[in-house]
């Protein structure tokens, strides 16, 4: 029965959200439009789609369930990400509305040499962009399958499905409808998660101590049958010594400065009219995602206590954790409300993914690199973008599907995060704050924080392990060997990595004066707003 509640539900959003396609489709006329809301976006309004945007099902799915599984180690996931927005606010929000145009590359093209800059920015983009979309993918054909089960949608047609609407979302829409969804799911995510936490709290009549005393005495049996008694409040069931502190202290650099170099969060910014908006609108976000993750403790020790973790476990696995705890408190009713609100969550990111992916390939690399700043005919960047995202679109639906249902998300998720605070956060502070910073250094950065954060992943543990031999024939570790770098997060290594190429490529390059005047233009412009309406000269 709860299936056709859902796909109920499902219909009803997908229908919404077209409608909104449909609508900002006569809106986005002109490049200022498609790539950027014609910067007609309020604080309040980026804020909540900034929310949207970042609360991927990773977080709204994936965290509880962690939670669920792992209890206080699970928790550190989420004050990675919200302290996160910290870094967000600080550093780059305000520079980079004032500086750039449509992308993260405006930035560090506006005192380098524009054209090697902006290829290897669009390459980074990219990666990250395809990779965090890839996982998302996997993630929507795998949940949208399990939760319909029986209703004939499989994990392949699931995945065409969710590939096909963020398409015409992006295609249609442009930056408008993008950011419409997202506001959209925002508020669904808001009021499910709300609404699940003052249900489980009720379940513990408004007790903390009641409630945080049965997270204490949470069981659980291991795989070979043996009851486990452990307080979920004690460190150590997820990172285990002896490398779970570098574990833990890696994965919160990658998280933390991860984010502010993630493209799709990136170019939100350049939605709204000035900077002081876009500080406001860091505000608004910090205060909804910050809310949203505080709750995800209920979600999560909520669901091990209610649900509890053997029957996740054989009910498909932790990323159940919500909806099983919704279907457990509420019933049918409220399960398929937060498998729609879950949908919702997937269809919102893929489509800030992809926006940002097109947009970086027209803007950066068709425009700015083969066609030298210059675009041949009235409309060109906007018709590229639009088919830029149409064979990204296509070429997530085909990798996901080609990786399948059992794929390590996780490790696609680690590899964007990586790459992003290993190969852009380093250009983009150094650009905008190191007078002696040039062109050798933005390329050098670039490229060994992207090679080297995807050399640690493929060394790591998330690619190489030894399994044991019932699992070998479908081996969750694709070279089966020992892990060459111990740690499933490379970001304490990888982000100096990026930092260190960035230093070598400036010093072993020459003084660029160009650079240096630049400099002084950009530092005026980042902090002031002066000229930035108007078009990068680059």
């Known amino acids: 029965m709860h299936f056709d509640m859902t796909l109920t539900l499902f219909l009803t959003f997908i229908a919404i959200t077209l409608g909104i396609t449909a609508w900002a489709s006569g809106r986005s006329k002109s490049s200022a439009s498609f790539f950027a809301a014609g910067r007609s976006i309020t604080a309040w309004q980026n804020g909540v789609a900034v929310a949207g945007d970042y609360m991927s099902a990773a977080s709204f799915l994936g965290i509880a369930g962690l939670i669920a599984f792992f209890g206080y180690d699970g928790f550190m996931y989420s004050v990675g990400w919200l302290v996160a927005y910290l870094t967000v606010l600080l550093v780059v929000a305000e520079p980079l509305r004032n500086a750039g145009k449509y992308t993260m590359a405006d930035v560090l093209a506006y005192r380098m040499n524009p054209r090697p800059v902006r290829a290897m920015a669009s390459l980074s983009t990219l990666v990250v962009s395809t990779f965090y979309m890839i996982a998302q993918m996997i993630g929507a054909g795998s949940l949208v399958a399990l939760l319909l089960k029986g209703s004939g949608v499989s994990f392949h047609t699931a995945v065409t499905g969710v590939g096909i609407l963020m398409i015409i979302y992006v295609v249609f829409g442009g930056m408008l409808a993008t950011t419409w969804v997202q506001i959209i799911k925002a508020v669904l995510l808001m009021a499910g998660t709300i609404l699940l936490s003052i249900l489980v709290m009720a379940h513990f009549h408004f007790s903390f101590y009641e409630f945080f005393t049965a997270v204490s005495n949470v069981t659980y049996h291991t795989p070979d049958g043996k009851t486990v008694v452990k307080d979920f409040m004690t460190p150590g069931l997820r990172f285990k010594l002896p490398y779970g502190p ?293």
């Open 246 to 538: 570098l574990e833990l202290i890696s994965l919160g650099v990658a998280l933390i400065f991860g984010t502010a170099g993630l493209p799709h969060i990136l170019v939100r910014f350049y939605t709204v009219p000035d900077a002081k908006t876009a500080r406001f609108s860091v505000v608004w976000a910090m205060v909804i995602i910050g809310t949203f993750y505080i709750l995800t403790t209920f979600l999560g020790f909520g669901a091990a206590t209610i649900v509890g973790r053997d029957y996740i476990a054989k009910n498909g696995g932790n990323n159940m954790s919500a909806p099983l705890l919704a279907k457990a408190i509420a019933g049918d009713v409220f399960f398929a409300f937060i498998c729609a609100i879950a949908f919702a969550t997937i269809l919102a990111v893929v489509a800030g993914l992809t926006i940002s992916a097109s947009t970086s390939f027209a803007h950066d690399f068709w425009t700015n690199v083969i066609h030298n700043g210059k675009e041949r005919k009235p409309g060109e960047e906007r018709l590229v973008a639009r088919l830029a995202a149409f064979v990204v679109g296509l070429v997530a639906i085909g990798i996901a599907i080609l990786l399948g249902p059992t794929a390590n998300v996780a490790f696609l998720v680690a590899l964007a995060f990586a790459v992003a605070a290993s190969a852009n956060l380093p250009v983009i502070v150094l650009s905008i704050y190191w007078k002696r910073f040039n062109t050798a250094g933005a390329v050098m950065g670039l490229a060994f924080g992207l090679v080297g954060s995807i050399v640690l992943i493929l060394i790591g543990p998330s690619v190489m392990g030894i399994d044991p031999p019932s699992v070998v024939g479908a081996a969750r570790h694709p070279i089966q060997m020992a892990p060459l770098f111990p740690l499933e997060n490379p970001g304490l290594l990888s982000v100096p990595i990026g930092f260190i190429g960035a230093l070598l490529g400036t010093f072993l390059g020459t003084v660029d004066p160009h650079a240096v005047q630049r400099f002084e233009e950009l530092e005026v412009r980042a902090n002031t707003g002066l000229g930035s309406e108007k078009a990068v000269a680059h």
